[in-house]
């Protein structure tokens, strides 16, 4: 084995290792075009060590380890004599490129990780680990089922069975340009022509090469994160319009997990968009949309389950509407539509329109008996409404939709309260998430967890648990996101960090 290797080491020592680009988002550059994902982390040992990033070191860990070298992970750490967490700094704390590409048909997801290591720790690994040799210069891990390439300085690491994207980011690293990288696509531009940043994040926002992408850089207690990308999808897509009104978003953020103030979206719908999905199962005829003003507003609240204990999020938007009258009938009839289109799919007939009510009156509509049959009685069904009601504030009439009268009530309150504040002339939507609430919501599905995935309770509860402890190192979050010229964006957002 020992001469196997030296002929792998050597055959890998030959190849000229083109390393990820230095510029901004320079990592894509070892990314082929199709990959769907690329995080590119410079100097993580020193993001580690920052006391700002404490309340988030154990979950990042952990998520670090899930998506590598998945149950191996404390395995390796075990065999090279370190804890999990200096594994983390040896193998990563330099320079390291992550890249995910999705499942395509029956086959499963593939990643790989291209990181800038030492020859003493290489031969380190080679050492303890002794891995097998395999073709085209690379070497197995097999109890880690991982698969390892050498490209000095540059360490590239994929899944043993699924190393295709592998061979892609080794192939793009041998090239002297990135031609067939995620760097060449045309939307990529955008992100490579800003300052570099110790985090970058970029992602395929759709089949037709749509890239969007952020970059992080440390603050006080905090986080900014600038983010850039191609309009039109859901959820970085930003409509031009009224300027955003952030006095408005910060008053329906309270006691909510998120809340958001822009124009409402006029393009094509985009079915992952929940607000989308909820419009065209009613079916927004032409007239409704030429009722809309220029304002709408989105809040993601929640209630608590009495039987269980669960909290499961609630939907309000409100519209800003020229003609309030007409308004009411046409969302009534809105109303009825969706009524049906869901009694339909659980096979029950549609619900009695609710009686008539005086104007500005909630009506509402209990929907629960039929999401509960047309899903299977997952918990987000049981007692779901729909509540309207029409309201002036802000200067303007609103049309309310929400899935609970109490989020309607409190949308209500909430924009009345706020007034006709100054808007916020520089953006064209602001939003506010609040980490410790998303914390606490997420975390009661986890002792339902056979409730939400019956198949894969284990793995949903692990899942849920991580997403908790990133949440609750979070305290909140605002952004503001403008639309740029040739249907870009661009945008800030602060995340302030929960105290140590």
Request: one cysteine or more; charged letters at 20%.
């Given at each position: 084995?020992?001469?196997?290797?030296?002929?792998?080491?050597?055959?890998?020592?030959?190849?000229?290792?083109?390393?990820?680009?230095?510029?901004?988002?320079?990592?894509?550059?070892?990314?082929?075009?199709?990959?769907?994902?690329?995080?590119?982390?410079?100097?993580?040992?020193?993001?580690?060590?920052?006391?700002?990033?404490?309340?988030?070191?154990?979950?990042?860990?952990?998520?670090?380890?899930?998506?590598?070298?998945?149950?191996?992970?404390?395995?390796?750490?075990?065999?090279?004599?370190?804890?999990?967490?200096?594994?983390?700094?040896?193998?990563?704390?330099?320079?390291?490129?992550?890249?995910?590409?999705?499942?395509?048909?029956?086959?499963?997801?593939?990643?790989?990780?291209?990181?800038?290591?030492?020859?003493?720790?290489?031969?380190?690994?080679?050492?303890?680990?002794?891995?097998?040799?395999?073709?085209?210069?690379?070497?197995?891990?097999?109890?880690?089922?991982?698969?390892?390439?050498?490209?000095?300085?540059?360490?590239?690491?994929?899944?043993?069975?699924?190393?295709?994207?592998?061979?892609?980011?080794?192939?793009?690293?041998?090239?002297?340009?990135?031609e067939g990288s995620m760097l060449a696509l045309p939307a990529a531009v955008p992100?490579?022509?800003?300052?570099?940043?110790?985090?970058?994040?970029?992602?395929?926002?759709?089949?037709?090469?749509?890239?969007?992408?952020?970059?992080?850089?440390?603050?006080?207690?905090?986080?900014?994160?600038?983010?850039?990308?191609?309009?039109?999808?859901?959820?970085?897509?930003?409509?031009?319009?009224?300027?955003?009104?952030?006095?408005?978003?910060?008053?329906?953020?309270?006691?909510?997990?998120?809340?958001?103030?822009?124009?409402?979206?006029?393009?094509?719908?985009?079915?992952?968009?929940?607000?989308?999905?909820?419009?065209?199962?009613?079916?927004?005829?032409?007239?409704?949309?030429?009722?809309?003003?220029?304002?709408?507003?989105?809040?993601?609240?929640?209630?608590?389950?009495?039987?269980?204990?669960?909290?499961?999020?609630?939907?309000?938007?409100?519209?800003?509407?020229?003609?309030?009258?007409?308004?009411?009938?046409?969302?009534?009839?809105?109303?009825?539509?969706?009524?049906?289109?869901?009694?339909a799919r659980a096979g029950l007939p549609a619900p009695a329109a609710p009686p008539?009510?005086?104007?500005?009156?909630?009506?509402?509509?209990?929907?629960?008996?039929?999401?509960?049959?047309?899903?299977?009685?997952?918990?987000?069904?049981?007692?779901?409404?729909?509540?309207?009601?029409?309201?002036?504030?802000?200067?303007?009439?609103?049309?309310?939709?929400?899935?609970?009268?109490?989020?309607?009530?409190?949308?209500?309150?909430?924009?009345?309260?706020?007034?006709?504040?100054?808007?916020?002339?520089?953006?064209?939507?602001?939003?506010?998430?609040?980490?410790?609430?998303?914390?606490?919501?997420?975390?009661?599905?986890?002792?339902?967890?056979?409730?939400?995935?019956?198949?894969?309770?284990?793995?949903?509860?692990?899942?849920?648990?991580?997403?908790?402890?990133?949440?609750?190192?979070?305290?909140?979050?605002?952004?503001?996101?403008?639309?740029?010229?040739?249907?870009?964006?661009?945008?800030?957002?602060?995340?302030?960090?929960?105290?140590?």
């Open positions: 084995m020992g001469l196997a290797l030296a002929a792998v080491a050597c055959a890998a020592a030959a190849a000229i290792a083109v390393p990820p680009g230095d510029g901004a988002f320079g990592g894509l550059s070892v990314a082929p075009a199709d990959a769907q994902l690329v995080v590119r982390v410079r100097d993580g040992r020193s993001l580690r060590s920052d006391p700002a990033l404490v309340p988030l070191e154990g979950a990042l860990a952990e998520l670090a380890g899930s998506r590598t070298l998945e149950e191996g992970w404390d395995r390796l750490a075990d065999t090279l004599g370190l804890a999990p967490d200096a594994l983390l700094d040896r193998l990563f704390g330099t320079d390291a490129v992550y890249v995910e590409r999705a499942a395509s048909g029956a086959a499963a997801a593939e990643w790989a990780i291209v990181t800038r290591t030492d020859p003493a720790f290489h031969a380190e690994l080679v050492e303890r680990l002794k891995p097998a040799a395999a073709a085209g210069g690379q070497a197995v891990l097999e109890v880690q089922r991982a698969t390892v390439a050498w490209r000095p300085p540059w360490l590239v690491i994929g899944p043993t069975g699924r190393t295709g994207l592998m061979s892609a980011c080794v192939a793009l690293m041998e090239r002297p340009d990135a992100l490579a022509a800003q300052a570099p940043a110790p985090v970058e994040v970029a992602w395929l926002q759709d089949g037709s090469g749509a890239v969007g992408g952020f970059g992080v850089r440390m603050r006080p207690r905090g986080l900014t994160v600038s983010v850039r990308g191609v309009a039109g999808r859901w959820p970085l897509r930003v409509a031009s319009g009224w300027p955003a009104d952030g006095t408005l978003a910060t008053a329906l953020a309270r006691g909510s997990i998120l809340a958001t103030s822009g124009s409402p979206w006029r393009g094509a719908p985009d079915p992952a968009c929940p607000v989308d999905a909820i419009l065209a199962e009613g079916g927004m005829e032409d007239a409704m949309w030429s009722n809309l003003g220029a304002r709408m507003a989105m809040v993601v609240g929640e209630r608590t389950l009495p039987e269980s204990g669960i909290r499961v999020p609630t939907l309000g938007v409100a519209f800003e509407v020229r003609d309030a009258r007409l308004a009411e009938r046409q969302w009534d009839g809105w109303a009825a539509r969706l009524a049906a289109r869901v009694a008539r009510a005086p104007r500005g009156a909630v009506r509402e509509t209990d929907l629960s008996p039929m999401l509960a049959a047309a899903f299977s009685d997952h918990p987000f069904a049981r007692g779901t409404d729909l509540c309207m009601q029409s309201i002036e504030a802000a200067g303007a009439s609103w049309q309310l939709v929400a899935t609970d009268c109490a989020t309607c009530e409190r949308m209500a309150e909430a924009m009345r309260a706020a007034g006709g504040a100054a808007s916020i002339a520089v953006a064209d939507e602001v939003g506010e998430l609040g980490g410790t609430t998303l914390a606490r919501h997420v975390a009661s599905w986890q002792p339902a967890a056979s409730s939400f995935a019956p198949s894969s309770a284990e793995a949903f509860a692990r899942g849920v648990a991580l997403a908790a402890r990133l949440a609750e190192a979070v305290d909140r979050v605002r952004w503001r996101i403008r639309a740029g010229a040739n249907g870009t964006i661009e945008g800030e957002v602060d995340v302030d960090l929960s105290a140590p």
